[in-house]
């Protein structure tokens, strides 16, 4: 070993034992904190002397203790942490050993909460479902579990823990995505891993095929399933909507025109949506349908992409894509009308409303498969 690489291991050594020390330090205030909630839980219920502090108690503990770190807010996150998750009990007591919990706690640290707090299992589509005690706590830190348990609805939350696992999520991050409903967006994506990808910027060698979704959702429209709409006045709804539209479309959408007006010979036409993708590097052309996919929509959008292609197309820029929204389609039939073409057409559908909590069940259970 010369000295040169001496420095190089020990700068090794330094990297991967600080983020291991790190984690482990994060892993540990995790657990004080769901220790901490299962005291004042316990108390709450169960305290000799409780009328003595009624509402006021969180704050009459926090003087109590005080200790920096702890204050009131804390405490009351530290209660809803346990509330939320009681079931880490078991990955909690095997983080500390035997002799740290004769000294942390009286009580049986896998104790259950009384049936007046205690959570009871869901009749909802999260049955049974959720990620391993152990592997949450050491991979999601309580600045993460601070803004997990402000989603009530279970499934949603799990999804969100996934994320964290999956891609590393920092706290800003996961903000982000909670505020961009990543949830309900990415539900019933084409090619999910793909789009999660997207959204956090790896947007090398993205093909059309992982950017374009099936189905999209225009829920934000205000749109009835049994509502009559025509195709102008669904066109209209989601331009009065760009930026949610644009939202739902993906990232890297930019509005071009609508009814982008083009003359062959003699005759005028019009498509109705334009858009350019930054990452894909090409003109994507939408064509709204308030019925079913037919086979002349095909030809209709290969018309539009041809023109597009002689001229509309600038060096260094890739083949325009169209993508024909409908509210239903036959899979054989959108097959023997789009294979085989040069340019790239997409068909799907759109819905007026998200999808349902057993849709997107079935797609965090396969998730959850691979963690």
């Known amino acids: 070993m010369n000295f040169k690489d001496l420095g190089i ?34 108390y709450q219920q169960k305290g000799k002397d409780r009328a003595v502090y009624g509402d006021n108690l969180i704050y009459d503990l926090a003087k109590e203790i005080n200790i920096k770190g702890l204050s009131a807010t804390n405490l009351k996150l530290s209660r809803q942490f346990y509330i939320t998750y009681p079931q880490l009990n078991q990955a909690v007591s095997e983080l500390l050993s035997n002799e740290q919990l004769d000294l942390l706690i009286n009580i049986p640290i896998s ?41 009530e609805e279970p ?76 195709e102008t006045k669904l066109e209209q709804a989601l331009l009065n909507h760009l930026q949610e ?33 930054r990452f894909l590097r090409c003109h994507v052309i939408i064509e709204l349908k308030n019925r079913a996919f037919r086979h002349s929509d095909s030809s209709q959008m290969q018309l539009y992409l041809n023109y597009f292609k002689e001229n509309e197309m600038i060096e260094g820029e890739n083949l325009p894509v169209g993508i024909l929204l409908c509210t239903e389609k036959n899979e054989t039939l959108v097959r023997y009308t789009t294979t085989g073409i040069d340019n790239t057409i997409f068909v799907s559908k759109y819905k007026v409303a998200l999808p349902s909590e057993l849709e997107i069940k079935r797609l965090i259970e396969n998730d959850l498969k691979r963690i």
């Open 9 to 42: 291991n020990i700068k090794k050594t330094h990297h991967v034992l600080q983020i291991k020390a790190g984690k482990a330090v994060n892993c540990f205030l995790t657990a004080r904190n769901w220790i901490i909630g299962l005291y004042i839980v316990e």
């Open 111 to 151: 104790q259950s909460v009384t049936d007046h707090l205690k959570i009871k299992k869901s009749q909802s589509a999260t049955d049974e479902l959720q990620i391993e005690p152990v592997i949450f706590l050491n991979n999601i830190s309580f600045t993460h579990i601070v803004e997990l348990i402000k989603i």
């Open 155 to 230: 499934l949603k939350r799990l999804f969100y823990e996934i994320q964290i696992i999956k891609n590393n999520l920092s706290v800003k991050e996961l903000k982000r995505q909670i505020e961009t409903l990543l949830f309900e967006r990415t539900g019933l994506s084409t090619n999910k891993e793909k789009l999660l990808k997207i959204t956090k910027g790896q947007i090398a060698d993205l093909k059309a095929e992982d950017i374009i979704k099936d189905p999209y959702f225009f829920e934000f429209l205000g749109l009835k399933h049994t509502e009559v709409y025509t």
């Open 245 to 277: 539209f644009l939202l739902e479309l993906g990232k890297g959408f930019c509005f071009v025109g609508r009814q982008y007006k083009f003359k062959i010979d003699d005759e005028y036409y019009k498509a109705d949506l334009v858009f350019y993708h």
